[in-house]
Each structure stands twice: as structure tokens, then as C-alpha cells.
């Protein structure tokens, strides 16, 4: 069974806030996003660039993978968020991953992006998981969004010129 928002009811029960419903992609979204098919229930604006390039980061039945931030209020697909893949073992010997996020500029500012990362970063908490992003640095709005996330630790720059953050997994979780 597929809801609205094109994935099935399975994935869609999900992870779910106050306002958010986080839907792990299934294949005909990423299909629809990849082929620049539209969609009823998805924002003017939404797939944004980068949302396409979470698309190539998809792999059935990948729970680590992106999903659709869905507003339920309006119950409309308003943004991604996903892990880049499974956890791999970092070079200290601890699972580690990394997060991407992003809005429609019309659902920026509203605290939307910290409360789906927070939900996500959850998920990566109760798997013992450390998580690390990578923002570019003219990026205000993400970098507070990753502060107030709790990613303190800085890692260096990816080739790109993006800070890499590092948050680590609550020491009662880890």
C-alpha cells in the first residue's frame, strides 16, 4: 500500500513530531525525482538540487536512507533528510554516519529543519551511532541549525570547502 507521499504505510509510520512525518523514500519517488516528474502532494520548489542528489544515495529498503520531510499541516513534502548510507566503522573503531537536511526556502526559519534532525538524530542515538555533517561555511542557517543539534566537534573540511561537524553519540547512550 503507497500513502501520498509515495512511500509505502510501512515507512511511512516512521518517524513522526509534532509537525513532521520523515517518509523513507521508496523506489517510485526516487524514480519521480530522478526522471523531474512532479507530484501533487510535493511543494512548488521541492525536489531542490540537493534533493536530487540524495536520489543517488537511495538503496532498497535502506532505513539509513533519505526521506521526505512532509508537513502535516499541510501535508505537503517540504524538504529531505536522510543519512548517506548505512553506519561504517570510523578510523577510531566507532559507527558513524553522516546526515543531510534541507528545506523549500518557503519552509526555512520556522524551526522546521531542527525539529526533523532531531528526530532523526534519535534514531542514530539509540543505534549507538555517531553522526557527522558536512555544511558549507556561508551556510549560517544550517551551522545553527547543526549547533543546536549538538554538533560541536569540528573535523576538518571536505575537498568541497565544507566544515565537517561531528556529533557525538549522549554519553548515557554510548
Do not use: C
Not at 526555512?108 to 539509540?126: M, T, W
Amino acid at each position: 500500500m503507497t500513502d501520498t507521499t509515495g512511500a509505502s504505510s510501512a515507512s511511512a509510520a516512521g518517524v513522526r513530531t509534532a509537525r513532521l512525518s520523515l517518509v523513507l523514500w521508496d523506489a517510485a519517488t526516487v524514480a519521480d525525482i530522478k526522471a523531474g516528474r512532479r507530484r501533487p502532494e510535493w511543494h512548488a520548489d521541492f525536489p531542490r538540487e540537493d534533493d536530487e542528489g540524495a536520489a543517488t544515495l537511495w538503496r532498497d529498503g535502506d532505513p539509513w536512507g533519505p526521506r521526505s520531510i512532509v508537513s502535516l499541516k499541510q501535508q505537503l513534502v517540504i524538504g529531505s533528510i536522510g543519512f548517506f548510507g548505512p553506519p561504517e566503522e570510523a578510523d577510531d573503531g566507532v559507527a558513524e554516519v553522516e546526515v543531510g537536511y534541507g528545506l523549500v526556502p518557503a519552509a526555512r526559519g520556522y524551526g522546521l529543519a531542527s525539529e526533523a534532525l532531531g528526530a532523526l538524530l534519535a534514531r542514530a542515538d539509540g543505534a549507538g551511532v555517531r553522526v557527522r555533517a558536512s555544511i558549507a561555511p556561508v551556510n549560517a542557517a544550517s551551522l545553527r541549525v547543526a549547533a543546536k543539534a549538538g554538533f560541536t566537534e569540528v573535523r576538518g573540511s571536505t575537498e568541497d570547502g565544507e566544515m565537517v561537524l561531528v556529533r557525538r553519540v549522549p554519553a548515557s547512550l554510548g
